[in-house]
Nanobody, 127 residues
Framework: QVQLVESGGGSVQSGGSLRLSCTASGESYNSYCMAWFRQAPGKEREGVASIDSGGNRHYIDSAKLRFTISKDNANNALYLQMNSLKPEDTAMYYC?????????????????????WGQGTQVTVSS
């Protein structure tokens, strides 16, 4: 049984930083594409960053240069370091994973390409 549990969300001021963590249980995630999505009230779920089985990282434009996704295979953990946070980053952030995966789905962060989802952790950025 794959289970994903996020933590690390909170409230910060604009320009601040947060590090989100996702603990994955159930099996080894070495062969997975793993990603972070977010969803703000009234908006669709949006992919933020992904990392594939080869360690290749992909980001949406608004996350490039500010966010860093990383993975600890030994501890089945996924991270998202978020710097220079902006009010528009306010959302519920979700950890997600899939294997086997579509390379295009992993690269372009298509929600339908991911199978397992955590419950989310709230990030609130005030101006």
């Amino acid at each position: 049984q794959v289970q994903l549990v996020e933590s690390g969300g909170g409230s910060v001021q604009s320009g601040g930083s947060l590090r989100l963590s996702c603990t994955a249980s159930g099996e080894s995630y070495n062969s997975y594409c793993m990603a972070w999505f977010r969803q703000a009230p009234g908006k669709e779920r949006e992919g933020v960053a992904s990392i594939d089985s080869g360690g290749n990282r992909h980001y949406i434009d608004s996350a490039k240069l500010r966010f860093t996704i990383s993975k600890d295979n030994a501890n089945n953990a996924l991270y998202l370091q978020m710097n220079s946070l902006k009010p528009e980053d306010t959302a519920m952030y979700y950890c997600t994973a899939v294997s086997p995966y579509s390379p295009a789905g992993c690269i372009f962060l298509a929600p339908s390409a991911f199978r397992y989802w955590g419950q989310g952790t709230q990030v609130t950025v005030s101006s």
